[in-house]
Structures are given as structure tokens and as C-alpha cells.
């Protein structure tokens, strides 16, 4: 059974600081993706990734296939970045479709 | 573009009433998925869709029905709720692209449903 698995399951971290979560997943997967879901509930679309590195703002998300391991790094973080990051990866279900199966999510809470 | 719309955003039901949770999306995607969200689990997968007319299950299909009669809708039916579902349920959508391999995911705002 695949399984996803994050850590740390909760962080708290001083505005500023240099902010990591990781991803291990068990079985060969197309992609990886990484969410934001917001305190109030939405969900966003971050990353989706299937080797190397990947860079949005203050947002760098890396993959080593070989190690089956992701992780999602804050540079600079702000209070504003609290939520709970979710990761997925993306497994071929044949016929032209895929299934996503999610990580418990990581709390992230950034203090002033 | 409106992206994905759920109705409604709560709903009380009791047990063994029906329901059906109402999904939408305004991008032309193939791909449409219904996963639920429980307290200390990750989202989980209960039915999907690559296109108008087919369907498919995910990992906790029992209890709820879809179909997929546009390529717009896609619509979750409770065939008789039990406290068990008591859950946010998420509506996502994405291109499927021509590989079958996923696209950015776009999600719903979510429904909250209790059932007593």
C-alpha cells in the first residue's frame, strides 16, 4: 500500500527563519504535488513536480526520485505563510487517468 | 472564471437521509475528482471522473454514488448518510493532459456535512 508520509507534523517558527517540511512517499509515482490549505479551509496548488527543483517567490520545492523523498523550504517566512502544507504524489491508474493519494499535512504557524 | 464551486457550504443531515453535493467547474477540465477530509487523515479519494460519461472509484467509495453527465458537473450522491460520513468533502478538477498524467489541481471551497 502506498503510503505518504510528512514531518514535522506541527512547526512553529520565528518570522524570518528558514522553513523546511519533508515528504517520503513507498511506491514509484508520475508526480509530486504540494497544497496550501489556508485557515479558513481553501486549498491551492503549489507545487507539481516529477524531478529536480522548483521556485515560486519564497517557495522552493525539490524531488530526489531515487530517495522517493520531496521537501518544500520557506525562505524568509512570514505570518502570513501559516496553514497546513499537504503533499501528494500521483500514481498512474492506467486508461488515462491517475489517482493522488495525500500526506497528513504539516501545521505550519509563523509568529511575529 | 468562477474555478470549481461546491454547494452547499454546510449541511445537517440525519441518518439515513439522501443528499446530493453539487460540483462545478468552469475550466473545460477532463479530470474531476471527490475526496474527503477527516480530522488527523489526509484527503482521501472517493470517486473520480476523465471525462463526461465515465467514472470511476477511488479509496472510500461506499456509501456515495457519482456520475458524470457533463464535462462541467460532476455531482456526489448520498444514498443513505450515516454518521461515518461526517466529513469536508473537497470537489478538485485538472486537465488530464495528454499523457493521462495530472495537471495543476484546482479545488473547491469544500461542503462541511454532519450527520446525526
Known amino acids: 500500500k502506498n503510503e505518504v508520509e510528512q514531518s514535522p507534523q506541527n512547526l512553529t517558527a520565528q518570522e524570518g527563519e528558514f522553513i523546511t517540511i519533508n515528504c517520503s512517499y513507498s511506491v514509484g509515482i508520475s508526480a509530486l504535488h504540494w497544497l496550501q490549505q489556508h485557515p479558513g479551509g481553501g486549498i491551492v496548488s503549489l507545487f507539481m513536480l516529477s524531478s529536480g527543483k522548483k521556485k515560486h517567490g519564497r517557495l522552493i520545492a525539490t524531488i530526489n526520485i531515487q530517495e522517493k523523498h520531496s521537501s518544500l523550504h520557506i525562505t524568509a517566512s512570514h505570518p502570513r505563510d501559516s496553514a497546513v502544507y499537504i503533499c501528494a504524489d500521483e500514481r498512474d491508474s492506467g486508461a488515462g487517468s491517475y489517482q493522488l493519494t495525500f500526506g497528513k499535512g504539516t501545521k505550519l504557524s509563523v509568529i511575529p | 472564471n468562477a474555478g470549481v464551486t461546491q454547494t452547499p457550504k454546510f449541511q445537517v443531515l440525519k441518518t439515513g437521509q439522501s443528499m446530493t453535493l453539487q460540483c462545478a467547474q468552469d475550466?473545460?477540465?477532463?479530470?474531476m475528482s471527490w475526496y474527503r477530509q477527516d480530522p488527523g487523515m489526509g484527503l482521501r479519494l472517493i470517486h473520480y471522473s476523465v471525462g463526461a460519461g465515465i467514472t470511476d472509484q477511488g479509496e472510500v467509495p461506499n456509501g456515495y454514488n457519482v456520475s458524470r453527465s457533463t464535462t462541467e458537473d460532476f455531482p456526489l450522491r448520498l444514498l443513505s448518510a450515516a454518521p461515518s460520513q461526517t466529513s469536508v468533502y473537497f470537489c478538485a478538477s485538472s486537465y488530464s493532459g495528454g499523457t493521462g498524467g495530472a495537471e495543476t489541481q484546482y479545488f473547491g471551497p469544500g461542503t462541511r456535512l454532519l450527520v446525526l
Open positions: 475550466m473545460n477540465h477532463e479530470y
